[in-house]
């Protein structure tokens, strides 16, 4: 039996078309400096079991949500437009039966066509982009479509003003002042107060993009480019619990290298926050009562 999630049920096991998919999309192929986020997926499956199904936090048990774990997208590493290709027709062919992707990366390139198959069925989607570094590059080393440039790309999908960055403390000049001009909110260095957040997206659709190196390397090290300063794993757990009442369409983790740090710590942290993160975006109709 292949490694699942825990609490996760298997698609066969479910009866209601409608629930959260975690899924795993193991590529790193544009990764700048450090690669190893392919194995991300599988290492936080098998640090799940080391957690409860309970979270003190929401007083609530992920038996209790209707979420399957769907497994790894078989990628061809060596080929990245295919590699896009295939993430976004699955996450379309997801929003067809009315789930919620729930992706694990992976770099944060994988974000892209993830948010272009649900941009495509929304009439307005606002991205929560959480991270260290800004990825606002127009391009790097001569490619439009890595790691470095992902949101800058999301933003021509979504539109500036519909792109909100948190926590960001690492780019270049030209980044920081685009991102002070254009984005809908840039809030560096650390995370607003989540109340305002619902206030502002409340029946709006939002997609999260969370890359986990905005945690400081102290909490996270098994990041591929770490950088030093950030929030500790209590401050993100409680802004994104905070985040209870926006309508989430989507979310991914992504950037976790799992073999950088040996204590496993940082994929019980992924785990830990995806816990949190399927409870926070389970909607009242997708609990146990309606499986
Ligand atoms: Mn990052």
Same mark, same amino acid.
């Given at each position: 039996?292949?490694?699942?999630?825990? =609490?996760?049920?298997?698609?066969?096991?479910?009866?209601?078309?409608?629930?959260?998919?975690?899924?795993?999309?193991?590529?790193? =192929?544009? $990764?700048?400096?450090?690669?190893?986020?392919?194995?991300?997926?599988?290492?936080?499956?098998?640090?799940?079991? =080391?957690?409860?199904?309970?979270?003190?936090?929401?007083?609530?048990?992920?038996?209790?949500?209707?979420?399957?774990?769907?497994?790894?997208?078989?990628?061809?590493?060596?080929?990245?437009?295919?590699?896009?290709?295939?993430?976004?027709?699955?996450? $379309?062919?997801?929003?067809?039966?009315?789930?919620?992707?729930?992706?694990?990366?992976?770099?944060?390139?994988?974000? &892209?066509?993830?948010?272009?198959?649900?941009?495509?069925?929304?009439?307005?989607?606002?991205?929560?982009? /959480?991270?260290?570094?800004?990825?606002?590059?127009?391009?790097?080393?001569?490619?439009?479509?890595?790691?470095?440039?992902?949101?800058?790309?999301?933003?021509?999908?979504?539109?500036?003003?519909?792109?909100?960055?948190?926590?960001?403390?690492?780019?270049?000049?030209?980044?920081?002042?685009?991102?002070?001009?254009?984005?809908?909110?840039?809030?560096?260095?650390?995370?607003?107060?989540?109340?305002?957040?619902?206030?502002?997206?409340?029946?709006?659709?939002? &997609?999260?993009?969370?890359?986990?190196?905005?945690?400081?390397? $102290?909490?996270?090290?098994?990041?591929?480019?770490?950088?030093?300063?950030?929030?500790?794993?209590?401050?993100?757990? $409680?802004?994104?619990?905070?985040?209870?009442?926006?309508?989430?369409?989507?979310?991914?983790?992504?950037?976790?290298?799992?073999?950088?740090?040996?204590?496993?710590?940082?994929?019980?942290?992924?785990?830990?926050?995806?816990?949190? /993160?399927?409870?926070?975006?389970?909607?009242?109709?997708?609990?146990?009562?309606?499986?």
């Amino acid at each position: 039996m292949s490694l699942q999630f825990l =609490g996760s049920k298997r698609p066969d096991e479910i009866k209601a078309k409608r629930c959260i998919s975690l899924f795993g999309a193991p590529y790193d =192929g544009t $990764s700048s400096y450090r690669p190893g986020s392919r194995f991300a997926p599988n290492a936080i499956r098998a640090a799940s079991v =080391g957690i409860e199904t309970y979270s003190p936090y929401q007083d609530e048990d992920i038996e209790s949500l209707c979420f399957v774990d769907d497994g790894d997208l078989e990628l061809p590493f060596g080929n990245r437009d295919k590699v896009l290709d295939m993430i976004e027709k699955y996450v $379309s062919s997801l929003l067809e039966n009315d789930g919620i992707p729930l992706m694990i990366g992976g770099e944060h390139l994988v974000s &892209y066509p993830a948010i272009k198959a649900v941009h495509s069925v929304c009439d307005e989607l606002h991205i929560l982009h /959480l991270d260290a570094h800004a990825d606002l590059r127009d391009e790097f080393l001569g490619e439009r479509f890595s790691h470095a440039t992902v949101i800058r790309r999301v933003c021509e999908i979504v539109g500036d003003k519909n792109v909100h960055q948190f926590g960001i403390r690492s780019g270049i000049k030209d980044e920081f002042a685009y991102a002070r001009e254009r984005l809908g909110d840039f809030h560096p260095f650390s995370l607003p107060n989540p109340k305002e957040i619902v206030e502002k997206f409340e029946g709006k659709d939002v &997609y999260l993009t969370l890359d986990v190196d905005i945690l400081s390397p $102290s909490c996270l090290p098994g990041t591929g480019t770490p950088e030093p300063g950030g929030i500790t794993f209590d401050q993100l757990l $409680s802004f994104l619990i905070g985040l209870k009442g926006i309508n989430f369409v989507g979310i991914d983790v992504v950037e976790l290298l799992p073999h950088y740090d040996p204590s496993g710590v940082s994929s019980i942290a992924v785990a830990k926050i995806i816990r949190e /993160l399927l409870i926070l975006a389970c909607p009242s109709n997708m609990r146990s009562d309606r499986l």
